[in-house]
């Protein structure tokens, strides 16, 4: 069996805030975030999604439930999702 061939072998690295995720064959594993957090991409956003490039934005608020997920979570859309400057509409 090759190193490729390998169930859960890591595909991507991603580091933020001294904290990594990483993308593998099985799934993805993410870091913890922490109240007021915010980032770019991954663990609430993909990455180069739907379009090559795309940066999504994300910031978590204060409040949590008794799991320890956050009701609050924001997400800002990527620059191919704004209206364009010159009026037009966007078309997918």
Known sequence: MSA????????ALI??????STIN???LRLYPVSEYDSGEGLPYIPMDWP???DKWGWRTGKRATNLGTFKDRYLYLSDSFHA???GKKNVF
Not at 4 to 11: H, I, N
Request: aromatic share 4%; proline share 4%.
């Open 4 to 11: 490729k061939e390998k169930v859960g072998e890591s595909l």
């Open 25 to 27: 064959e099985t799934g």
């Open 15 to 20: 580091v933020y805030n001294g904290s990594a």
């Open 84 to 86: 364009p400057k010159n």
């Open 51 to 53: 379009n090559v490039g």
